[in-house]
């Protein structure tokens, strides 16, 4: 067996695909950013010692009563002397939300519960720590601790994670 000889010139360092931005923003690399999205969450669960994590969906589109009290006191007031289709829209909307704030603020005090009885089990690991959910974060950091909170980012609908001290 023969060898090849080697050639004079220098070989071409290539950087690795998943430093080249343009490719990791291709359809291509779409399994690895989902990947990515899987796996960094859980490492930075894992560096802050979370044992459980408690996800609380659906309050970002509902009002916190204080909230949908102003709200409602604002349509209230816009439109006192004259009663439009639009106004009388607002009105309802206005109203709806309120109702609807009730279930906000049943969200926070659940998270606060669970925070408070979840604090009493230790540190380590951190155990039922509240992820996500506007109604969830507000109610888990009522008696102070750190948490995670969890973003879903659209249109892709990957989840991305990150921790906050708050």
């Known amino acids: 067996m023969s060898r090849r000889p080697r050639s004079k010139q220098r070989s071409v360092e290539i950087d690795p695909p998943y430093r080249d931005a343009v490719f990791m923003e291709s359809l291509p690399a779409r399994p690895v950013r989902i990947l990515t999205e899987y796996i960094d969450p859980l490492e930075r669960l894992r560096r802050e010692k979370v044992g459980d994590t408690i996800v609380m969906f659906g309050s970002a589109r509902i009002l916190s009563r204080e909230q949908a009290l102003a709200r409602l006191e604002k349509v209230r007031k816009a439109g006192k002397r004259r009663s439009t289709p639009e106004r009388r829209t607002a009105?309802?909307?206005?109203?709806?939300?309120?109702?609807?704030?009730?279930?906000?603020?049943?969200?926070?005090?659940?998270?606060?519960?669970?925070?408070?009885?979840?604090?009493?089990?230790?540190?380590?690991?951190?155990?039922?720590?509240?992820?996500?959910?506007?109604?969830?974060?507000?109610?888990?950091?009522?008696?102070?601790?750190?948490?995670?909170?969890?973003?879903v980012h659209r249109p892709e609908h990957s989840i991305a994670a990150r921790t906050a001290s708050e």
């Open 91 to 151: 009105l309802r909307d206005a109203k709806a939300s309120l109702e609807m704030s009730r279930y906000y603020e049943e969200a926070r005090e659940l998270a606060r519960r669970i925070t408070s009885w979840a604090m009493s089990l230790g540190d380590n690991p951190r155990r039922f720590v509240i992820c996500s959910g506007r109604a969830g974060n507000h109610g888990g950091g009522q008696p102070r601790r750190r948490r995670g909170r969890w973003k």
